[in-house]
């Protein structure tokens, strides 16, 4: 139970939409700290294997910088483990839909990398 009057009242403030998004990113932090313990792992192991700087793996897990979709692709990928658990569909790759949607995430891609440099 929160006991400081200001702190509560500053909690109570926040929009219930930035506190959903608080706190599923904290809950994705958590479950990627018990991942690492489970696999008797630290922050700098982390970082060390994504090819990543310790002070942004910090980040992440304290919430001061947002995950990317990819970036967690590529954490649950490094450690072997689901981060997010989603219902997935198996996809037939002949699909013409498939292929449409594929293309176009490719073109974005292209498209937003060349943007950045």
Same mark, same amino acid.
């Given at each position: =139970?929160?006991?400081?009057?200001? &702190? *509560?009242?500053?909690?109570?403030?926040?929009?219930? $939409? *930035?506190?959903?998004? &608080?706190?599923?990113? &904290?809950?994705?932090?958590?479950? /990627? %700290?018990?991942?690492?313990? @489970?696999?008797? =792992?630290? +922050? +700098?192991?982390?970082?060390?294997?994504?090819?990543?700087?310790?002070?942004?793996?910090?980040?992440?897990? #304290?919430?001061?910088?947002? &995950? #990317?979709?990819?970036?967690? !692709?590529? /954490?649950?990928?490094?450690?072997?483990?689901? /981060?997010?658990? %989603? !219902? *997935?569909? @198996?996809? $037939? /790759?002949? $699909?013409?839909?498939?292929?449409?949607? !594929?293309?176009? @995430?490719?073109?974005?891609? %292209?498209?937003? $990398?060349?943007?950045?440099?």
């Amino acid at each position: =139970m929160i006991q400081n009057k200001l &702190f *509560r009242e500053c909690l109570e403030a926040i929009p219930e $939409d *930035r506190m959903a998004e &608080f706190e599923l990113s &904290f809950a994705i932090a958590e479950r /990627i %700290v018990e991942v690492l313990k @489970q696999k008797g =792992m630290n +922050r +700098r192991d982390l970082a060390n294997k994504l090819g990543k700087r310790e002070s942004e793996i910090i980040k992440w897990l #304290t919430g001061r910088h947002n &995950f #990317t979709i990819s970036t967690l !692709a590529h /954490i649950s990928w490094t450690l072997g483990e689901d /981060i997010i658990m %989603v !219902a *997935r569909k @198996q996809y $037939d /790759i002949a $699909d013409e839909n498939y292929m449409r949607v !594929a293309e176009e @995430q490719m073109e974005y891609g %292209v498209k937003h $990398d060349a943007n950045k440099k």
